[in-house]
């Protein structure tokens, strides 16, 4: 679930309170829904907001409408099932100093654009915020640097692991956000205290790794819990005027390289045109008729070739969309990605293994435990021992 602030739109008052179908020409009056001031993930708690930030409300430029954004789950299309799910705020009136700020950072949501091979054990999708984006829209408010107090990681069902990396001057800082396993089912935020500074000149990369071994045919990036996504929600203060910062490869960079012809594409009637199963291929004669994910899909996907098309899209021409709340300022940039030249490397956990006579580390150290931890071992036995009795 995701709720939006919405500007003022009262010329199409009779819409309020109305369900309508997200991402359709349903909810066209709603173009000034484009600032995200909370999102909720399946497994996920209430969202805490640190004693000296919250959300704004009744003041200049603060929301006059806000719009519920609920994603559902019903592959089997069952009938007659009511949802009585929702968000509730607490208001206080004690005014806190700063204003939250939510910006959604990784791979703009698109079929034609986004998609994972068939059969990968490992599949590795990337996308960008760069530090142009930060630079301008942090410019634009008069502020040099913001705190970051929470993450949340999202992908769908053949996400594996995810993380959110964090660049300044061509160093690699300590992740946003790491989730070695991934769990589609427990999607919590991650706090940070204190929270971690992110200034004017950073660059953000978000990484999610799919597994798709159990599936026949691609999957493409997009809403449905069988599609695929690849973004994090990073939480801050003070607000400043930046809601989304992605980045995609366009299909007219990737396409080619399955030899797919553009001028031999057409569009299936009556269909949306945002799945590769809505246009077929008009030739060469051989796979003429098929639908893209069919031939897509029908490729030869050991894992050599998927290797060899995750080297290629990620190190592709990238576009970069930079969205500010008024989406007539959308910066679109193309960039090439790269290569992280001085990545961080996490510190050795020592993992900690009790026994009666020695403590051993991950790294098979042996640590002789003292004899006063024993004693008071025994007597914490011995005191539930005597209490169960």
Not at 51 to 58: D, F, R, Y
Not at 120 to 136: L, P, Q, R, W, Y
Not at 180 to 196: C, L, M
Not at 203 to 228: A, L, P
Request: net charge negative; aromatic share 12%.
């Amino acid at each position: 679930m995701i709720i939006y602030s919405c500007g003022n739109i009262q010329p199409n008052e009779t819409d309020l309170e109305q369900d309508a179908r997200c991402y359709t020409s349903n909810v066209a009056y709603f173009s000034s829904c484009t600032v995200i001031i909370l999102e909720w993930a399946v497994g996920a708690e209430e969202m805490i907001y640190p004693e000296e930030a919250g959300l704004s409300v009744g003041g200049p430029g603060d929301p006059k409408y806000v719009q519920l954004e609920t994603h559902y789950d019903n592959p089997n299309v069952d009938s007659g099932i009511r949802d009585s799910s929702g968000i509730r705020f607490t208001y206080t009136s004690t005014l806190r100093k700063y204003e939250i700020g939510i910006i959604q950072i990784g791979n703009f949501v698109n079929s034609l654009h986004h998609f994972i091979p068939p059969g990968a054990e490992s599949f590795k999708s990337i996308g960008h915020c760069t530090d142009a984006c930060v630079t301008n829209r942090m410019a634009a408010a008069d502020v040099n640097n913001v705190t970051v107090f929470s993450v949340v990681l999202h992908s769908h069902l053949a996400g594996r692991k995810l993380r959110l990396r964090h660049m300044r001057d061509g160093v690699e800082l300590p992740y946003l956000g790491n989730d070695e396993n991934y769990d589609f089912n427990y999607q919590e935020a991650r706090y940070f205290n204190p929270g971690v500074i992110m200034k004017n000149t950073d660059y953000f990369q978000m990484e999610c790794d799919y597994n798709t071994k159990s599936r026949t045919v691609m999957t493409e990036g997009g809403y449905g819990t069988r599609e695929e996504m690849c973004m994090a929600f990073v939480l801050y203060y003070p607000k400043f005027d930046l809601s989304f910062c992605e980045s995609t490869v366009s299909q007219y960079v990737s396409w080619p390289y399955f030899g797919i012809n553009a001028e031999q594409i057409q569009q299936i009637n009556n269909t949306a045109g945002d799945h590769l199963s809505h246009f077929i291929l008009t030739g060469p004669e051989e796979v003429a008729g098929k639908t893209l994910l069919e031939y897509m899909s029908e490729l030869d996907w050991n894992q050599e070739n998927i290797t060899n098309f995750e080297s290629f899209y990620n190190s592709a021409l990238h576009w970069e969309l930079c969205i500010p709340a008024n989406l007539s300022q959308i910066v679109v940039s193309a960039f090439v990605p790269a290569n992280i030249t001085t990545p961080y490397i996490p510190p050795a956990k020592e993992c900690l293994v009790a026994t009666t006579s020695q403590t051993t580390t991950s790294h098979g150290h042996a640590i002789k435990s003292p004899p006063f931890i024993i004693v008071v071992w025994l007597l914490f036995f011995a005191h539930i021992g005597y209490s169960n009795n």
